[in-house]
């Protein structure tokens, strides 16, 4: 399987698994079917792309930025979602419930991260 297939694949997985969970636990975060496997590409797109550009600019060597930049990437594929995607098939309302589901979309984030260490490459 080429690694960008397989980079998305495991990725998406994460990403349906760890939203369903976020809007099974949280009432104000809500999503519709139809709309969640849109919410699911488009974030699983952007995750993709941003862990991309920003591994392949960073330093390799500059490890403290993991963290606090994969809940920045987090937060901004979330928001970005939310902006794109409806509110009536997928609303994330409240500070807390966003921080929640940033946190646990994060951690997946990051346990696919151990599954995929490596970013697609870069077609030219």
């Known amino acids: 399987m080429p690694a960008l297939v397989k980079s998305v694949v495991i990725s998406a997985v994460a990403n349906a698994a760890s939203l369903a ?8 975060f809500n999503i519709r079917f139809g709309w969640f496997v849109l919410a699911v590409v488009l974030f699983t797109a952007l995750t993709v792309t941003l862990r991309g550009i920003v591994v392949s600019t ?32 997928f609303s994330i309302e409240g500070v807390g419930t966003w921080i929640g589901v ?19 490459a870069h077609h030219r």
Do not use: K
Not at 69 to 81: E, K, P, R, S
Not at 102 to 120: H, L, N, Q, T
């Open 102 to 120: 940033i946190v646990i979309v994060w951690a997946a984030g990051v346990a696919y991260g151990e599954v995929d260490s490596s970013p697609p």
């Open 58 to 89: 960073v330093n390799r060597f500059a490890r403290g930025y993991t963290i606090v930049g994969a809940l920045v990437l987090t937060a901004l594929g979330l928001l970005l979602t939310d902006l794109v995607v409806p509110t009536t098939g």
């Open 21 to 28: 969970f976020a809007a099974w636990i949280f009432d104000r």
